[in-house]
């Protein structure tokens, strides 16, 4: 907690120290395939109401920052260029907005707040955060730890809960060991679920296995054999599917009647036959719509508090990638997440 109340300390919407007109950015100039950063100076922003000026201390990569980087256009999600990329951050408050009561000056806080549309991303030294998209950092997590949550916390948490989950029912997570399913495992099991978690390799699967769920190798299990093996033939009450596409065929087929599934990727055309005779329910969670749309932003600060709160009594801790990235490799760590041999997040410190 801040002390900027204290005696002798300055009013909270005054800056701890004068900030330089100028600060680092990494910009994209020109989208593509081949698209680069380039580290530039540009104006510090300034503090709005509403709004709060963080210094970044770290952030991390999500698919969603790759992809607009080499479709750019082709997502109507994408910035305009010259474009400060990046969603995920962790980081101190500087300043403080009008009508801004929760935060002030010198707390930690995390979020996703920035990186798209017309919203200035996190590849800087500073950003301007609608304070409805943040809250207070889990004292127990690292500014690396608590920049790689926002994003991948919030899918999975809005995920299992519009999927209604409670304590004893068995969840499926397809993916367990990436970037949001590992944070669904353990989301799942805090809620008393039983977990269990498909994986491709025996990295993956330990990994799964380590945060507390049964591990299926789905390359050498199909899906009939570990349906009737986990679940007798019944099927699982819950899906969570972070992989998608093609592989949502899967999900309806591991579902028991009347389940729910819940998937991030779901831009596909499929059969929704089998869904039908098991009487399915899906749930297509796009977390970026509160950020888009600037709809219900309110209840991205709910979720993060309450993500804060499972983090801080122990159950919920992001897995970051053996390897970290300068704010300067912001390409190479582009290139971390993309080629796929990342374990965990992917994380930029600055």
């Given at each position: 907690m801040s002390n900027a109340n204290a005696p002798g300390s300055l009013p909270p919407t005054i800056p701890t120290q004068t900030h330089n007109r100028f600060m680092k950015a990494m910009l994209v100039k020109e989208y593509g395939e081949d698209a680069t950063f380039e580290m530039a100076e540009v104006e510090t922003?300034?503090?709005?109401?509403?709004?709060?000026?963080?210094?970044?201390?770290?952030?991390?990569?999500?698919?969603?920052?790759?992809?607009?980087?080499?479709?750019?256009?082709?997502?109507?999600?994408?910035?305009?260029?010259?474009?400060?990329?990046?969603?995920?951050?962790?980081?101190?408050?500087?300043?403080?907005?009008?009508?801004?009561?929760?935060?002030?000056?010198?707390?930690?806080?995390?979020?996703?707040?920035?990186?798209?549309?017309?919203?200035?991303?996190?590849?800087a030294e500073y950003i301007v955060a609608d304070s409805k998209l943040i809250a207070r950092k889990a004292e127990n997590l690292t500014?690396?730890?608590?920049?790689?949550?926002?994003?991948?916390?919030?899918?999975?948490?809005?995920?299992?809960?519009?999927?209604?989950?409670?304590?004893?029912?068995?969840?499926?997570?397809?993916?367990?060991?990436?970037?949001?399913?590992?944070?669904?495992?353990?989301?799942?099991?805090?809620?008393?679920?039983?977990?269990?978690?498909?994986?491709?390799?025996?990295?993956?699967?330990?990994?799964?296995?380590?945060?507390?769920?049964?591990?299926?190798?789905?390359?050498?299990?199909?899906?009939?054999?570990?349906?009737?093996?986990?679940?007798?033939?019944?099927?699982?009450?819950?899906?969570?599917?972070?992989?998608?596409?093609?592989?949502?065929?899967?999900?309806f087929d591991a579902s028991a009647l009347n389940g729910q599934v819940a998937t991030t990727v779901s831009m596909c055309e499929i059969d929704l036959t089998t869904a039908h005779f098991k009487g399915l329910s899906l749930h297509v969670v796009f977390m970026l719509i509160p950020m888009l749309h600037d709809f219900k932003r309110e209840e991205h600060a709910r979720i993060l508090s309450i993500l804060t709160s499972i983090a801080e009594a122990g159950a919920l801790k992001p897995v970051l990638d053996e390897q970290l990235f300068s704010l300067e490799q912001a390409g190479d760590a582009h290139a971390r997440l993309q080629s796929g041999k990342a374990m965990g997040k992917v994380v930029i410190e600055n």
């Open positions: 922003p300034e503090v709005k109401p509403g709004h709060v000026l963080v210094k970044i201390a770290a952030s991390s990569v999500n698919t969603v920052d790759t992809m607009i980087r080499t479709m750019g256009n082709d997502l109507p999600l994408s910035p305009n260029t010259p474009a400060i990329l990046g969603m995920d951050f962790a980081g101190t408050v500087e300043a403080v907005g009008d009508g801004v009561e929760d935060y002030a000056v010198g707390d930690e806080v995390y979020g996703c707040a920035g990186g798209l549309a017309d919203l200035p991303g996190t590849l500014m690396k730890e608590a920049a790689a949550l926002p994003l991948v916390g919030i899918t999975a948490y809005e995920g299992l809960t519009r999927a209604g989950i409670t304590k004893g029912q068995k969840v499926l997570v397809h993916g367990g060991s990436g970037g949001v399913g590992h944070v669904a495992v353990q989301l799942g099991k805090h809620f008393g679920a039983e977990v269990y978690a498909t994986g491709g390799g025996e990295p993956q699967l330990a990994l799964i296995e380590k945060l507390g769920a049964t591990g299926i190798h789905y390359k050498s299990e199909s899906v009939e054999d570990y349906v009737s093996k986990h679940t007798g033939g019944a099927g699982f009450d819950i899906v969570f599917d972070s992989v998608g596409g093609a592989n949502m065929t899967k999900s």
